[in-house]
């Protein structure tokens, strides 16, 4: 097959070819799936599950990579998956996605922080799943399944107050009066 004046398939077996194009199926699906994670602060089984199986794409990657480059004389087919990866981390590193979901769920979690009913039995707010609501010195807390255990967003009205212990709610400024939280 020809593609700008370039023969880029020269010699490259059918077997290879399915083997590169299947690597990089299974790449570019995890890569969509981590950003959808990223989006909607999904729960880290999900999370680490995705990465495991990107672990083992770039593994297929790294040795069809190096078959077509020493026996096929072929190793354009075998960039995509790197650049999907590279692009997936470069999207999820400027905050793309989480501030998509962010913006999808703020006018939910800013009606349910109105009256901050105090549960345990997971709901969904805009992309988010929530997992409980506590009321928490004058907020409201939303407990999402985040990657890094416990946390999620605070509505704090008044501030965040200060941590008074190792063990105790830490909190960073989100957006107005919306605090991202954890221990």
């Known amino acids: 097959m020809r593609f700008g004046g370039v023969d880029w398939r020269r010699g490259a ?3 290879w070819i399915v083997w590169a194009l299947g690597t990089v199926s299974v790449t570019g699906l995890c890569c969509l799936g981590l950003i959808f994670q990223n989006t909607v602060d999904g729960d880290s089984s999900r999370t680490l599950d995705l990465l495991l199986v990107l672990s083992v794409a770039g593994l297929s990657w790294l ?13 354009r087919l075998s960039l995509v998956a790197p650049l999907l990866v590279v692009g997936t981390v470069a999207l999820v590193w400027t905050g793309l996605p989480e501030n998509i979901g962010w913006r999808l769920s703020k006018d939910s979690l800013e009606r349910a922080a109105g009256d901050c009913v105090v549960t345990d039995v997971d709901a969904r707010y805009g992309v988010y799943t929530v997992t409980s609501v506590e009321q928490y010195r004058g907020g409201c807390l939303f407990e999402t399944r985040g990657l890094l255990g416990l946390g999620g ?10 941590s008074q212990g190792e063990y105790e709610y830490k909190f960073r400024h989100y957006d107005g009066v919306w605090f991202r939280y954890w221990i």
Not at 66 to 71: P, R
Not at 154 to 162: D, L, Q, S
């Open 63 to 75: 040795v069809c990579g190096s078959v077509g480059l020493i026996s096929c004389d072929n190793g």
């Open 153 to 162: 967003y605070a509505h704090m009205p008044y501030g965040a107050p200060e």
């Open 13 to 15: 077996p059918r077997w």
